[in-house]
């Protein structure tokens, strides 16, 4: 069974950092692109960055290039999303979320980690 | 950037309705589309790839169709468990993008 557990979140300062992981288990993790995804409270989802199957190559929203760095950990199965200078327009559940093959769509979610910034 | 816009955002519904949602891309996608429902609390769940593909152990209710800009999710009699919230997505070009959701709710 694929699974994806989020962790990493929490409250954090403005102009503050936070790491966010993602374990996977379940499939051949370093076989698939994987991505990030954002919700605000209320809101839809938002596509935050993407990473290819041995992070030689990402992807981001304009709205976070420059701050949040996308990797990858294949010998533990870990994804992460590191953030810096952090704005209030950040808080968000995040979502790592694995890709179908060959399609690009998102077959797998996790269960979201919280990230709150706020003073 | 292509821009993604779903309609209607709310759709007042019955168990039994037929339902379409529709989604529009501000430029050609062809047909790479997904379509995601998700649930208060919970993360979204993949229905529909590349515009009209089900997910495997996705209800045959569910199906899409549409190519280039205008695409719609379908449901062919609405069930109880389909009350929450639509997203479609476009994959064909990076940055990524959703539409903004429907939510289904009971009329």
């Known amino acids: 069974e694929v699974q994806l557990v989020e962790s990493g979140g929490g409250l954090v300062q403005p102009g503050g950092s936070l790491r966010l992981s993602c374990a996977a288990s379940g499939f051949t993790f370093s076989s698939y692109w994987m991505h990030w995804v954002r919700q605000a409270p209320g809101k839809g989802l938002v596509w935050v960055s993407r990473?290819?199957?041995?992070?030689?190559?990402?992807r981001y929203a304009d709205s976070v290039k420059g701050r949040f760095t996308m990797s990858r950990d294949n010998a533990k199965n870990t994804l992460y999303l590191q953030m810096s200078s952090l704005r209030v327009e950040d808080t968000a559940v995040y979502y790592c979320a694995k890709e179908t093959a060959p399609e690009a769509a998102l077959d797998h979610w996790g269960q979201g980690t919280l990230v709150t910034v706020s003073s | 950037d292509i821009q993604m816009t779903q309609s209607p955002p709310t759709l007042s519904v019955s168990v039994g309705d037929r339902v379409t949602i529709a989604c529009r891309a501000s430029q050609s996608i062809n047909y790479w589309l997904a379509w995601y429902q998700q649930k208060p609390g919970k993360a979204p769940k993949l229905l529909i790839y590349?515009?009209?593909t089900l997910e495997s152990g996705v209800p045959s209710r569910f199906s899409g169709s549409g190519s280039g800009t205008e695409f719609t999710l379908t449901i062919s009699s609405l069930q109880p468990d389909d009350f929450a919230t639509y997203y479609c997505q476009q994959y064909s070009t990076y940055p990524c993008s959703f539409g903004q959701g429907t939510k289904l709710e009971i009329k």
């Open positions: 990473v290819n199957i041995d992070g030689s190559s990402t």
């Open positions: 590349k515009a009209s």
